[in-house]
């Protein structure tokens, strides 16, 4: 899960958040806007997708073509399915869409 850092970037579980590491200034938008990704502990043996959800409660899927997440070996990057920073930009979701990671990601359940 990431939040925003006040900066045009994000701030993910294992960030400083004890005190002098919280960004005051940043607080109005953590408590609007996050991103939260979800992908297998062992890739193609535990599973082969990996999901993203936001604070706009759409749930999109990946079948980790460009790039691939397994469990702590390879995390995914808050901006992996924005098209530029994290938070800030557009969704890069279809064929073609833009994704930093290179995926393609598409609607869950479509």
């Not at 999109?60 to 390879?74: E, I, K, L």
């Not at 990057?77 to 930009?89: D, F, H, Q």
């Amino acid at each position: 899960m990431y939040l925003p850092d006040g900066n045009n970037g994000a701030l993910g579980e294992a960030g400083n958040v004890g005190p002098g590491g919280v960004n005051w200034n940043a607080a109005d938008s953590q408590e609007n806007s996050y991103v939260c990704y979800a992908w297998p502990l062992r890739n193609d043996k535990t599973g082969a997708r990996a999901f993203v959800t936001s604070e706009k409660g759409e749930i999109f899927q990946t079948n980790m073509v460009g790039t691939t997440y397994d469990g702590t070996n390879s995390v995914p990057a808050a901006k992996a399915v924005y098209t530029g920073n994290a938070l800030v930009s557009s969704l890069g979701i279809g064929a073609g869409g833009g994704a930093n990671d290179g995926n393609t990601w598409v609607p869950a359940g479509g």
